[in-house]
């Protein structure tokens, strides 16, 4: 099977509705919360530039991930990545946080990239690009990533350990840590 990954633009609006219901779907069966987009959100990211969508060679919608700024762009995080279950398990997923990694440092070459998963599979993507499990402290302190996490069913775990931890894993790259 061929994939066509791309960063996307106004063209691939069109699977904006998909990709929002794939992702909250995708979190409902892992029992995990992540941050409820709209369609609007997602076109958005796909007008500026900062999204990556993959196609099957059929041209049907087969993934996505989109780039996130915070605190004025020192923090990005790859967020959203999602693979339909047809296309699972053909290493798309790493192909696509690949391009959205390597999208991520063209456009903000200073900035930590940052995520916080429960999934084993991301974790070993994101330690295969160089990101390290760090604690929380380490991540964004923008109060706006944080309320992402609100929809999650684990949200109680965050405030009360003040957003030191959660089920989550913290990883982090650091471009200050890597040689050119």
């Not at 500026?48 to 059929?58: Q, R, W």
Request: hydrophobic share 40%.
């Amino acid at each position: 099977m061929t994939f066509n990954i791309m960063v996307a633009d106004e063209r691939h609006a069109v699977y904006a509705a998909e990709i929002v219901e794939t992702i909250f779907v995708a979190a409902q069966q892992r029992g995990t919360g992540i941050a409820r987009r709209t369609p609007e959100y997602i076109i958005q990211k796909m007008s500026e530039g900062k999204a990556i969508v993959a196609l099957a060679s059929d041209g049907k919608f087969a993934g996505f991930c989109y780039i996130e700024t915070w605190e004025t762009g020192d923090y990005v995080a790859n967020s959203g990545l999602i693979v339909k279950p047809e296309y699972r398990n053909h290493n798309l997923a790493r192909k696509i946080k690949r391009a959205a990694f390597d999208l991520s440092r063209e456009k903000f070459p200073n900035a930590k990239i940052f995520g916080i998963t429960t999934s084993a599979a991301v974790m070993k993507i994101n330690s295969e690009l160089g990101y390290l499990p760090v604690h929380f402290s380490l991540l964004t302190a923008d109060e706006a990533f944080w309320k992402g996490c609100q929809s999650c069913p684990n949200y109680d775990i965050l405030q009360r350990t003040s957003q030191s931890m959660c089920l989550c894993t913290g990883m982090l790259f650091d471009p200050k840590d890597t040689p050119e």
